[in-house]
T-cell receptor, first 115, second 115 residues
Framework: AQSVAQPEDQVNVAEGNPLTVKCTYS??????LFWYVQYPNRGLQFLLK??????LVKGSYGFEAEFNKSQTSFHLKKPSALVSDSALYFC?????????????FGAGTRLFVKA | EPEVTQTPSHQVTQMGQEVILRCVPI?????FYWYRQILGQKVEFLVS????????KSEIFDDQFSVERPDGSNFTLKIRSTKLEDSAMYFC?????????????FGSGTQLSVL
């Protein structure tokens, strides 16, 4: 069965410092991996996705994510955090083997960037 | 960027009452979804809908739940007899083609409180 784990409920980082939000996944086949962000009173917004190819994926707002097949991880990164990056971040996966229409989400990690 | 809209933003109801949550997906999208998030827990898939029928549903989506596209723009989730455990944030989402590598567009959610 597909699953996603985000081991940290909250990540705290100072503005200007690099940030990492962790995600690991489990699928039967090859994964399609996504990161979404949720700002207060807004719906989830797409940040980036990994389909195939280069393991380092670049997305919106300067975010990037690194796919690591051996560690089944897809950590979200940014070289220099901004206060405005403070939000709730969700990792998600779809399994290419089982197909279907559902995207499986993690529980979310709250990022707090301090000025 | 086009948006998915959901109404109402908050809904309070008594246990046993019926509720209808409403969504207007992006106009040229063909696949529609409902997800929910109980406070502090994962975003959970409920149902996907295509061509006026359910394409996939989770074990959560039992006989108390139904979905409908009553006209060319709205997509609704009905809970026939609400339970306390139905209290959650309900998100509607849509996608253009339903392919696994495609991002989802989410509404800002309806917070349902069952008393």
């Amino acid at each position: 069965a597909q699953s996603v784990a985000q081991p940290e409920d909250q990540v705290n980082v100072a503005e200007g410092n690099p940030l990492t939000v962790k995600c690991t996944y489990s699928v039967s086949g090859n994964p399609y991996l996504f990161w979404y962000v949720q700002y207060p009173n807004r719906g989830l917004q797409f940040l980036l996705k990994y389909i195939t190819g280069d393991n380092l994926v670049k997305g919106s707002y300067g975010f990037e994510a690194e796919f690591n097949k051996s560690q089944t991880s897809f950590h979200l990164k940014k070289p220099s955090a901004l206060v405005s990056d403070s939000a709730l971040y969700f990792c998600a996966v779809r399994d290419t083997y089982t197909g279907g229409f559902k995207t499986i989400f993690g529980a979310g990690t709250r990022l707090f960037v301090k000025a | 960027e086009p948006e998915v809209t959901q109404t109402p933003s908050h809904q309070v109801t008594q246990m046993g009452q019926e509720v209808i949550l409403r969504c207007v997906p992006i106009s040229n999208h063909l696949y529609f979804y409902w997800y929910r998030q109980i406070l502090g827990q994962k975003v959970e898939f409920l149902v996907s809908f295509y061509n006026n029928e359910i394409s996939e549903k989770s074990e959560i989506f039992d006989d108390q739940f139904s979905v409908e596209r009553p006209d060319g723009s709205n997509f609704t989730l009905k809970i026939r007899s609400t339970k306390l455990e139905d209290s959650a944030m309900y998100f509607c989402a849509s996608s253009a083609t339903g392919t696994p590598n495609e991002k989802l567009f989410f509404g800002s959610g309806t917070q349902l409180s069952v008393l």
